[in-house]
């Protein structure tokens, strides 16, 4: 598939890291499973692993944690 972004690259499955900010949280999710552009490394993940990552960010959130990092677990 032609990258949607620079329309000139190839989308492979890669990885990817998220920042997410949540109130005070900053949380980062790290290896995240996504498909990557092999030209502008633009990366985009389906959805339900965003599901999964939002989640996660909401669950960190409420600990009340100022920075956490964490990787990708399904």
Do not use: W
């Amino acid at each position: 598939m032609t990258c949607p972004i620079c329309r000139h690259g190839q989308m492979d499955d890669g990885f990817t890291t998220i920042v997410f900010e949540a109130g005070k949280s900053t949380i980062i999710i790290k290896r995240i499973p996504a498909s990557v552009c092999d030209n502008c490394h633009e990366s985009f993940v389906a959805e339900e692993i965003s599901k999964n990552l939002m989640a996660t960010v909401r669950r960190e959130a409420q600990k009340g944690v100022e920075v956490e990092i964490l990787h990708y677990a399904a």
